[in-house]
Every structure is written in C-alpha cells, then in structure tokens.
C-alpha cells in the first residue's frame, strides 16, 4: 500500500464548477502538506501549503486538513478552463522529503 | 529572477548508456532534491543535498544511480548503463534552506525536468 493515495481521475467539470480534489495516507508522522499544480510538459508548483490539521483559503482555492481522519482536501471554486491541470498532493515529516500522491487530472470545459 | 534549470530537456538513449542530468538551482538555495515522475507513479523521491552533502539517499533505487553537488550549486544526476525502466521525467527541485523549523515551510521549487526515454 502506498504512503499517500490520490485519484488519478480524469475528473471532468464545467466552467464554474466548485471542485474537489482528495488524498488519503497512512504515515501519522506526516505534519506538512501541500497542493501543487502541475500543467504538461511543466514542474510542479505549489498551491497551497497547510502545518497540522486545519482549513487555509487563499481566493477560489481552500485546503483542508484532517489528522484524525488521514485526509486532506482542495477545493476550487468558480473553476476555470484555465485550472485545468495535473494536481498533486505532497506531505512531509520534516520537509527534505516530500511523499506525493500520484495526482488527480482535472479538465475543466468552457 | 531565474528559477530552477535542468538540461537537458529531453535525452533519448540506447539501453546500457550512461547518462548525465544536470541541474541549476535558484542561486543562493541551499537544499536541493531529486524526483522522478513515472507515468502513474507521481513523483518519488530520490535524493537531497544540503550544500555538497547529500544526507537522505534513501530514495536512490539502484547503484546505477549517483549524484553529486558542487560548489553547493549545480548537481549532476548520473544513470550508468540505463534500463528501459529507468524512462520517466526527472525533475530538480531547490529551496532555501533544507531543515524543518515549526511551522515554517521552505518551498520547494521545481525545475521543468528531463524527460528520459531509454530505447
């Protein structure tokens, strides 16, 4: 079993959309987790960033984290076209080494 | 101000070839990673230096792979007689400083990474 799963998707949603994007994992040592956006043919760049358990908003884009639970969430509102990407979710127990999920493909339709 | 480089951008090689990736981190990080993106796979950890010193290797997965760092700068990623499994992207990434603090959180910041595809 993996440290961190994600749905590969494609995960497919309107103009306006509010999307959801989820990862589960197993190590109860992880305390840092990150989204990062990856567009093809590109690196990865950090969306959102979140220490411990707890919510963070930063415009249309909400992470959420739940220690208890193994679970972490994105959510995107009022997507756009221009959102549609390759979504990672990444963790870490002290930063060198970060353990992602295997990213989630979202395509959002005009 | 630059970001991350790596070259080359793509390198196609015949299996048993040994081959060079090279990064350019952003000047004045300190920390630097190597990932490799497998199709399905997400990105895996292979190895991080902190200036020269590479104290987590823990992902290297063979002794086919080294790598090694220089003027606490640029570093070389080297696959010596290369396996088609070894096909994937490799991608470099740099941050500021390596060592976790509280909180705090130093980005890491990718490279466009090296598409590697072994014949």
């Known amino acids: 079993q993996k440290e961190v799963e994600q749905d590969p998707g494609p995960l497919s949603v309107p103009e306006g959309a509010i999307v959801s994007l989820n990862c589960t994992y197993s190590n109860s040592a992880f305390q840092y987790f990150m989204w990062y956006r990856q567009y093809s043919r590109k690196g990865p760049e950090l969306l959102m960033y979140t220490y411990s358990s707890g919510n963070k908003e930063d415009g249309r884009f909400t992470a959420q984290v739940d220690k208890s639970s193994k679970y972490i969430s994105l959510f995107i509102r009022d997507s756009q076209p221009s959102d549609s990407a390759t979504y990672l979710c990444?963790?870490?127990?002290?930063?060198?080494?970060?353990?992602f999920g295997t990213g989630t493909r979202l395509l959002v339709s005009p | 101000g630059a970001g991350v480089s790596q070259s080359p951008s793509n390198k196609v090689t015949e299996k048993g070839k040994d081959v060079e990736l090279r990064c350019d981190p952003i000047s004045g990080h300190t920390a630097l990673y190597w990932y490799r993106q497998s199709l399905g796979q997400g990105l895996e950890f292979l190895i991080y230096?902190?200036?020269?010193?590479?104290?987590?290797k823990s992902g290297l997965p063979s002794d086919r792979f080294s790598a090694e760092r220089t003027g606490g700068s640029v570093s070389t990623l080297t696959i010596q007689r290369t396996q088609q499994e070894d096909s994937a992207v490799y991608l470099c990434?740099?941050?500021?400083?390596?060592?976790?603090?509280?909180?705090?959180?130093?980005?890491?910041?990718f490279g466009p990474g090296t598409r590697l595809t072994v014949l």
């Open positions: 990444a963790m870490s127990a002290r930063f060198q080494k970060l353990v």
């Open positions: 230096f902190q200036g020269n010193s590479a104290p987590d």
């Open positions: 990434a740099s941050s500021l400083v390596g060592l976790a603090g509280g909180s705090s959180y130093n980005e890491q910041f």
